[in-house]
Each structure stands twice: as structure tokens, then as C-alpha cells.
């Protein structure tokens, strides 16, 4: 492969990646807005579920559920970015483009997604996916910035 070859499939690779980053956001903009839209009954977090009508409750869970949801898909999507960038043959410095493009994504998913802990009612049931997600979301953090770093090659 010759050096054009590589300049050429990076900037596809990351053109590729600024796209599917703008497109993730409106998707997670999107549930964001329907997420605080069913917060409405309340400005006080924890909330008494028990004090809430049952159509408002539910449109709080399904919006909660949407955004759970979105925010476990994401951070599998994340991981698979990561492993793919690192078994690519891109100079060190061309992955730490693509590896800061996804902590910045993350940083963004994560302030949306932080209200799945904040806005809650004080009996939520404990979510096993959910914490197994943000486990996984820190370990994918964690990596990428360790080859930002430079000392991705020491993993």
C-alpha cells in the first residue's frame, strides 16, 4: 500500500466517522429533548413515583427507557469503533484523530446520558445492563484515551 493509499483510506475512515458522529447526535439529541419533555411533573430528584398520574409515569419510563436504551446501543457501537481503529494500519497519529473524534462523542453522550442517574424516582430498581454499559462506556473511554496518550501499544 502505497502512502497516498493510506492518507486516502484515513480520510475516508474519518470523514466516514465525523458523519456517523453527526448523525448519532441528532439521534441522541432527539431523546434527550423527549427524555427532559416527560420530566416535566417534577423539578425535584429523586421523585415519589407514587405521587405521579400513570400516563405521566409512563411517558417518564418510556422516554427513560428510549434513552437507556440508546445510550447501551451506543456505547457497543463505541466499543467496536475502538477495537477496529486499533487493528488498523493508520500512522499513530492519524488513530489519535479518530480515537479524540470518539472521546468527544463520548463526552456528548455521556452529558446526555448522565440524566439516567439524575432524574430518577427514589425506588428505581437496579439495571443490570445499564451498569454493565457504563462499565463497559468507562473501560472504551479509558482506551482511547491511553492511545491519544501514546501508550496504546503497551495494551
Not at 27 to 42: D, I, M, P, Q, V
Not at 76 to 99: C, H, M, P, R, T
Not at 105 to 116: H, I, N, R
Not at 121 to 127: G, H, I, R, Y
Request: hydrophobic letters at 40%; glycine letters at 6%.
Amino acid at each position: 500500500m502505497s502512502g497516498t493509499d493510506t492518507i486516502s483510506a484515513f480520510d475516508k475512515a474519518r470523514n466516514g466517522l465525523w458523519v456517523s458522529i453527526q448523525k448519532r447526535l441528532a439521534n441522541l439529541y432527539e431523546a434527550e429533548k423527549g427524555f427532559k419533555s416527560s420530566l416535566r411533573f417534577t423539578d425535584t430528584f429523586p421523585f415519589a413515583a407514587h405521587t405521579v398520574e400513570y400516563e405521566v409515569m409512563a411517558e417518564y419510563q418510556n422516554q427513560r427507557t428510549r434513552l437507556r436504551d440508546l445510550f447501551v446501543d451506543e456505547v457497543q457501537a463505541l466499543g467496536e469503533l475502538v477495537k477496529a481503529i486499533k487493528n488498523k494500519s493508520y500512522a499513530a497519529d492519524d488513530k489519535k484523530q479518530l480515537f479524540l473524534l470518539i472521546l468527544g462523542y463520548a463526552d456528548l453522550l455521556w452529558t446526555v446520558c448522565s440524566g439516567l442517574e439524575e432524574y430518577v424516582s427514589t425506588k428505581q430498581p437496579v439495571d443490570a445492563e445499564l451498569e454493565e454499559a457504563k462499565a463497559s462506556f468507562e473501560r472504551v473511554k479509558a482506551f482511547a484515551r491511553l492511545n491519544v496518550k501514546g501508550v496504546g501499544g503497551l495494551i
